[in-house]
């Protein structure tokens, strides 16, 4: 398969890696343009690396980078549970982040599989190790490796995981004969572009990212009025797009173990409570830990407002009138004024004459205001 490597599954799977293969440190020629264009439309965002050329300048990461390794595993498997009732309302919680933080996962097979290349290959072999936050475009990388080929959703979709893999990259300072892409393509269905609540996905392959609401729930700051309804239960992650799509029905691959605190639904009063510790405990230990417990209580206060469960006013009035975090004072007052009812409205008018930082102070009165006709 590769040049002087002709065991590269094999060993990818020795090391706990479903999925392997070689692409060339050389970008196609249309990756440059298509980020000049995703940066001429503001379609990007904070997360990702903003100098084009390191994009796509590998030998800037590794020096005398000659070929890349793309492996991944998948987080595919059927739903962990029912939708659960008791104990009140609950949100939703992507399932890229149910399980152990993959960063760590894909890192330590990734140190694996380097020790075992060190062992197949003859003389010195320097790499570098980089995991979902690399600058380089991971996901055409896996293309051009043969692991799969790109969706209308934006999503790497493979063979046997669908779209639900988790991909890291391995540079080496070895040539290695790189994998052909695969022939199958995505079947353009558009049944992602419907399914999108905010209608994210502009056109096939084009996606909006400040529109996407698994990008919302990681984001920092206020969420935008007119988008907290459209974020409905969602904690962490949306999987909207990729539930809908048909070639992920056969999807298959281990469930993580859940969390006792962040399983598939967790409940969402006890989130407005975590202390630092539990949720080190807990949420920390999974991809979602890296945004932080107020990023987390944000989304849990929006999906209550979005519950319909007057039962969490108290909850929501407390917050509102206690925690030192405008931010969380701001979207408690868009989720009491959303979820209505005279005693919501009067811890509202009660925290009108307490409030002092503007923002919030704002949102009160908009909670408060008249419903339109």
Not at 98 to 115: F, M, N, Q, V, W
Not at 175 to 182: N, Q
Not at 255 to 273: K, N
């Amino acid at each position: 398969m590769s040049k002087g490597l002709n065991n590269l599954s094999e060993l990818a799977a020795a090391a706990g890696l479903e999925i392997a293969g070689v692409a060339p440190p050389t970008p196609p020629a249309a990756l440059v343009g298509w980020l000049q264009r995703r940066a001429k439309e503001g379609r990007e965002t904070p997360f990702e690396e903003k100098d084009l050329q390191l994009r796509l300048a590998p030998e800037r990461l590794l020096p005398g980078c000659r070929s890349i390794i793309v492996f991944g595993v998948s987080h595919a498997g059927p739903e962990q549970e029912e939708h659960p009732v008791k104990g009140g309302p609950r949100g939703e919680v992507a399932r890229f982040a149910r399980g152990p933080d993959y960063h760590l996962t894909l890192k330590g097979r990734a140190e694996r599989l380097l020790e075992l290349l060190k062992k197949e290959l003859p003389g010195p072999l320097e790499g570098r190790i980089l995991i979902d936050r690399s600058p380089l475009v991971e996901r055409e990388l896996a293309r051009q490796a043969g692991l799969g080929w790109i969706g209308e959703n934006c999503t790497l979709i493979t063979p046997a995981g669908g779209s639900y893999i988790s991909l890291g990259t391995l540079l080496l300072n070895r040539d290695l004969e790189p994998d052909s892409p695969l022939q199958q393509d995505c079947r353009r269905c558009g049944r992602c572009r419907e399914a999108c609540p905010t209608g994210a996905l502009l056109e096939p392959f084009i996606i909006d990212p400040h529109r996407c609401l698994s990008y919302i729930t990681q984001s920092a700051g206020i969420v935008p009025a007119a988008l907290r309804p459209l974020l409905g239960a969602r904690l962490y992650g949306c999987d909207r797009c990729q539930e809908v799509c048909p070639q992920n029905a056969s999807a298959g691959g281990a469930v993580p173990a859940p969390f006792t605190f962040f399983p598939a639904r967790p409940l969402l009063p006890p989130i407005l409570e975590i202390t630092k510790t539990e949720f080190a405990r807990t949420v920390g230990v999974t991809a979602a830990g890296w945004r932080g417990k107020s990023i987390l209580q944000r989304n849990a206060v929006i999906a209550l407002g979005n519950s319909g469960n007057r039962d969490a006013v108290s909850a929501l009035a407390h917050l509102l009138k206690c925690d030192p975090r405008p931010l969380l004072r701001l979207h408690a007052a868009w989720a009491l004024g959303n979820l209505g009812g005279r005693q919501a409205r009067r811890h509202l008018e009660q925290q009108l004459h307490r409030e002092e930082e503007p923002a919030v102070l704002e949102e009160l009165r908009l909670a408060l205001a008249p419903a339109g006709p």
